[in-house]
């Protein structure tokens, strides 16, 4: 993992409904960045839900929040709504935007996958929390 403040890799992926988010979207805003391996898992069910009540607290602080995994726009759609997800949560089937962020690798067991990871980036485009 590099040393904060680094540059944020720049993405550009879609969400739920076809919309392309990237990076420079953001720019000016605090973003909470999180990488998850799978919609609808004990475990990223959780962790999303979290997120969802903490949204409140991180728009008042100037944050917005985004989650990525692998799953398609439609398994995220369902996701969204099967636990009232009010933030965005973006596709990345190839895993580009997952590996450019070092959030893929070995996990338990020893397979490779999605790891949970959250970045923290500024309003220049610095993670400045890993």
């Known amino acids: 993992m ?10 550009d992926l879609s969400d739920d409904s076809g ?3 990237s990076l420079a979207d953001y720019r000016g805003k605090w973003l909470v960045l999180y990488f998850y391996p799978k919609d ?7 962790e999303a839900c979290s997120f969802r009540d903490a949204r409140d607290v991180l728009t008042e602080l100037g944050a917005e929040v985004i989650g990525i995994s692998k799953d398609e726009p439609s ?14 949560l ?5 895993g580009t935007v997952i590996e450019g962020y070092g959030a ?4 338990m ?3 490779l996958g999605i790891q949970r990871k959250t970045f923290i980036i500024n309003p220049d485009g610095q993670v400045v929390k890993a």
């Open 19 to 21: 919309r392309s988010h």
């Open 104 to 107: 893929w690798g070995p996990k």
């Open 40 to 46: 609808d898992t004990p475990g990223c069910t959780t």
């Open 90 to 94: 973006l596709s990345d089937p190839e």
């Open 109 to 111: 067991f020893g397979k």
């Open 75 to 88: 398994s995220h759609d369902t996701f969204k709504a099967r636990y009232n997800l009010n933030f965005t």
């Open 2 to 11: 590099q040393t904060v403040p680094y540059l944020a890799p720049d993405f």
